[in-house]
Nanobody
């Protein structure tokens, strides 16, 4: 079992920034894919950024490229830096992980809900215009 706890959600205005954190209960220096998911009100949860633990292997959905950055602060914390926020970024943000081999060259961790096993409870982000 892996426990994940998100924090950092808040209300900001358009163009603002937030830094979300995901604290994990297990040291993750490799062997895990990690991702951030966004669920807008009334919509399905969608992957926004992924990272292979202990590496610089990342991926982003098109709508956040150039604005969001996923990173690992230490072996037990992942971060999503969110800049130039837009009203459509409003929603609940979840972090999730699953055990995985290092992606092959040119490959990344998936942004697919069903691949992730362990989930946090979410943190709320509200972006007002």
């Amino acid at each position: 079992q892996v426990q994940l706890v998100e924090s950092g959600g808040d209300s900001v205005q358009t163009g603002g920034s937030l830094r979300l954190s995901c604290a994990v209960s297990r040291l993750m220096t490799n062997g895990y894919c990690m991702a951030w998911f966004h669920q807008a009100p009334g919509k399905e949860r969608e992957g926004v950024a992924s990272l292979y633990a202990g590496s610089s292997i990342t991926d982003y959905t098109d709508s956040v490229k150039g604005r969001f950055t996923v990173s690992q602060d230490n072996g037990k914390k992942f971060v999503l830096q969110m800049n130039s926020l837009k009203p459509e970024d409003t929603g609940t943000y979840y972090c999730a992980v699953f055990g995985a081999m290092r992606p092959a060259l040119g490959s990344v961790c998936p942004l697919i809900n069903g691949r992730y096993i362990f989930w946090g409870q979410g943190t709320q982000v509200t972006v007002s215009s």
